[in-house]
């Protein structure tokens, strides 16, 4: 302002001093000429103006060039705003040094240096590409601009890595040119499509181990059942033995198979409300007695824990496995805690975790101070025969039994781990209304064998159906058998007396096993239904327990199994037909 004010301080200067000059030349002239006076004065008046005009121009260009500084300043600010509020990274380096100008803070972020580090650093600090690859990336922004260089790796302050998307562009600046590289991070991205990856991975491997054991347990019922029979009808003693060793070997083989089933979730579980609490105190002896003296065990239960819905013996075995594989990462001892308490999971924390819906869960943590496992381990940690023990030291489905268990009660399980500092299982099952419901761990009363009602037997498979069919036989029962859905109700149809029991394989060719009911039952009502299966997809998918719909004995089972569950079913439906109408 103060140089607006100088212009016209200037020209009243000059005409004060125009009008003076007049007044002195009027005085002193003797003419005293009213002429003379008059041209003074006017010429000082046409100074005057000429002068105020100029300063006023000039006030008005000072206040419009301040005006468009403070513009251009605003202006400035905002672009660094929107540039520093911007989620994906942003920086400019020079074309010809390679060297950074400037950067936002999301690239700040990302990168993990300050914004005074990253000014004049060379791009190929932050680069984790060869220097070829990245010049060679560059000629190619220099002469076809924008261009997209794609997913490339980023290498932070700290040498790790990210996983970022690139697009660059071309900016002069005078004589120099700058390129312009917006930096979009997909780490995230990454991680959730990985663990996508991962859970269809396991879906099929799941598929595959279910299917194996399907077929497996139909040859393993026909090796129990007739080393079975053999062992119980024969007064040779080598023989009985031979029998013996090999039951024991196929309850091996059967052992690996509920493994696999459980893996694939499709092992049938018995079901009940109850609290976590209550279950694993019972389990502490047997911990103690798979822990060595050089393992603390150490417990944390919350008082307040909520009760789940799941089979609390698969989940005693689950624990079991867990433990059992923290006694192994810890060979020169260590600590094993379990610890239990409630969590509420929102749809954030559940986020890459398909097939989980967010809400009230129960947690259980089991911890150890082991070995530890690297990140590629940890990747392959529950798919079934993975294993890092030696030749002979595990099948490597514990994990994998672990993590079935899990998912087919309706939770999810997740591991975290470093090498030298143990590893962290955390099991989420949802929590349930309701009052928990009495565990008893008290076996059965005997149910007697035998009988001499009508079954029909249906059995694709011909060493499991001749196996079948000669135990049932023994046990005193009429057996009408049949490999297939179709003979079996041609076979119905033509049987003038009463068929008490349908004993018959789920899966068959053509009508499947519950076809097959569902037809048989049209024509013969009072007959009861059992079925059976290596593979109870069938039996699973109407919810709950199969054992307590329709009657279900999984695949492999004895001789003696099978006649006591034939003999529950046939009493049950009785029971059923006896009872009054209500």
Not at 38 to 67: D, H, M, P, V
Not at 158 to 173: F, H, P, Q, R, Y
Not at 561 to 568: A, D, E, F, P, Q
Request: aromatic share 4%; charged share 25%; net charge neutral.
């Amino acid at each position: 302002m103060a140089s607006g004010r100088a212009p016209s301080l200037v020209a009243w200067t000059v005409l004060v001093a125009g009008v003076v000059s007049s007044g002195l030349v009027f005085v002193h002239q003797t003419s005293r000429s009213v002429a003379s006076l008059a041209a003074g004065l006017a010429i000082s008046a046409l100074a005057f103006g000429l002068l105020w005009s100029l300063t006023g121009t000039r006030r008005r260009s000072l206040a419009l060039a301040e005006r468009m500084a403070e513009s251009r300043r605003r202006s400035e600010e905002r672009y660094r705003r929107v540039v520093d509020a911007s989620t994906d990274g942003l920086y400019l380096f020079d074309a010809d040094t390679k060297r950074i100008v400037d950067s936002n803070a999301a690239l700040q972020r990302i990168v993990g240096y300050t914004a005074e580090e990253l000014i004049d650093r060379p791009i190929y600090d932050i680069i984790a590409h060869e220097k070829a690859s990245v010049d060679a990336n560059l000629q190619r922004v220099l002469k076809t601009p924008p261009f997209v260089v794609g997913e490339r790796q980023y290498r932070r302050k700290d040498g790790s890595t990210v996983a970022v998307e690139i697009g660059t562009n071309l900016l002069k600046e005078g004589e120099r040119t700058l390129v312009v590289t917006v930096v979009h991070d997909i780490s995230e991205r990454r991680s959730l499509e990985e663990r996508l990856r991962q859970s269809q991975k396991m879906e099929a491997i799941g598929r595959l181990a279910g299917g194996v054991a399907h077929d497996f347990n139909n040859v393993l019922t026909a090796i129990l059942g007739y080393a079975e029979l053999l062992e119980t009808g024969s007064r040779d003693e080598e023989v009985r033995r031979n029998a013996e060793e090999i039951r024991k070997a196929a309850d091996r083989a059967a052992a690996l198979t509920r493994q696999l089933l459980a893996f694939s979730r499709r092992q049938v579980l018995q079901p009940k409300v109850f609290n976590l609490n209550s279950v694993i105190p019972e389990m502490d002896t047997m911990l103690r007695r798979i822990l060595r003296e050089d393992i603390r065990l150490v417990v944390s239960l919350d008082p307040e824990l909520g009760p789940v819905r799941a089979d609390p013996g698969q989940l005693q075995q689950v624990l079991l496995n867990l433990a059992v594989n923290a006694r192994d990462a810890m060979p020169e001892g260590g600590e094993l805690r379990i610890v239990t308490r409630n969590v509420v999971l929102s749809e954030r924390s559940l986020a890459g975790i398909p097939r989980v819906e967010p809400g009230p869960y129960v947690r259980l943590d089991v911890s150890d101070t082991g070995l530890g496992m690297d990140p590629e381990v940890q990747a392959h940690a529950f798919e079934p025969f993975f294993t890092t023990k030696e030749r002979g030291g595990g099948t490597g489905l514990g994990l994998s039994m672990v993590y079935g268990t899990v998912k087919q009660s309706g939770g999810y399980i997740t591991v975290a781990s470093e090498v030298g500092r143990g590893t962290s299982f955390q099991i989420h099952l949802p929590r349930v209304e309701g009052q928990p419901e009495m565990i008893s761990g008290a076996s059965p009363r005997p149910i007697p064998r035998g009988g001499s009602e009508t079954i029909l037997l249906v059995e694709d498979e011909g060493s499991v159906r001749n196996l079948a069919r000669a135990a049932l036989a023994k046990a005193g029962y009429t057996v009408l058998a049949a490999s297939g859905a179709e003979e079996a109700l041609t076979i119905a149809r033509g049987h003038r007396g009463p068929i008490h029991l349908l004993l018959s394989d789920m899966v068959l060719p053509g009508l499947s096993g519950r076809r097959l009911a569902q037809e048989l039952v049209t024509f013969r009502p009072e007959t009861a239904i059992l079925f059976m299966s290596g593979y109870p997809d069938g039996a699973l998918a109407e919810g709950g327990s199969p054992e307590t719909a329709a009657g279900f004995l999984q695949k492999p089972f004895t001789p003696e199994t099978l006649g006591r569950r034939v003999r529950k079913t046939i009493d049950a439906a009785g029971r059923k037909t006896a009872s009054p109408p209500s």
